[in-house]
């Protein structure tokens, strides 16, 4: 701004010194003011449409910063929703070496292993989710063969509708 101030002061200066008539003076120097107060009207009003669009965005860039923390904190709810990594589930886990049922706690899937209170035999688990019988059960849908237990129960119930069954004809 300091430059700018002595530029104007020389060129006011060569003006002077330029015309020798007093009038001549006055109007050229009248003439350069005038000019340069519409130069500076013009860069004030540039100056004040610049400061008014930087205030614009200044208003939307906050306004974009609460919405991005809004999205935030949605997305760390929804983190914290599929990532409990603080509370387990509690799993009901029948022993296959001791038939002993127990609920784990389990914290999350990097558990491959479970300690049977009971035997203490360590039981793997299967985050598949999918079943594999060798047997027909009652708890899978798979096409298996029934279970000695299971078969006995099958073969009674059979017995049971031969039997309904020749009475309804008698």
């Not at 002061?9 to 003011?33: C, P, V, W």
């Not at 849908?141 to 299971?150: G, R, T, W």
């Amino acid at each position: 701004m300091a430059d700018l101030r002595n530029c104007y002061q020389a060129i006011l200066k060569d003006l002077d010194n330029y015309f020798q008539n007093e009038e001549d003076k006055q109007f050229a120097t009248r003439k350069f003011h005038e000019l340069s107060m519409m130069f500076m009207d013009v860069i004030d009003r540039l100056t004040y449409i610049t400061d008014m669009k930087v205030k614009e965005v200044e208003e939307k860039q906050k306004e974009i910063e609460s919405k991005i923390a809004n999205v935030q904190k949605a997305v760390d709810g929804i983190e914290n929703d599929i990532y409990e990594a603080e509370e387990g589930y509690e799993f009901e886990i029948a022993c296959p070496y001791c038939n002993h049922e127990f609920v784990a706690d389990i914290n999350s899937e990097m558990n491959t292993e479970v300690e049977c209170p009971e035997c203490h035999n360590i039981i793997e688990l299967d985050w598949n989710g999918e079943e594999e019988c060798v047997e027909e059960c009652s708890h899978c849908s798979h096409d298996c063969k029934p279970s000695k237990n299971e078969q006995i129960v099958y073969e009674q119930d059979d017995l049971e509708k031969e039997i309904d069954q020749e009475d309804e004809d008698m």
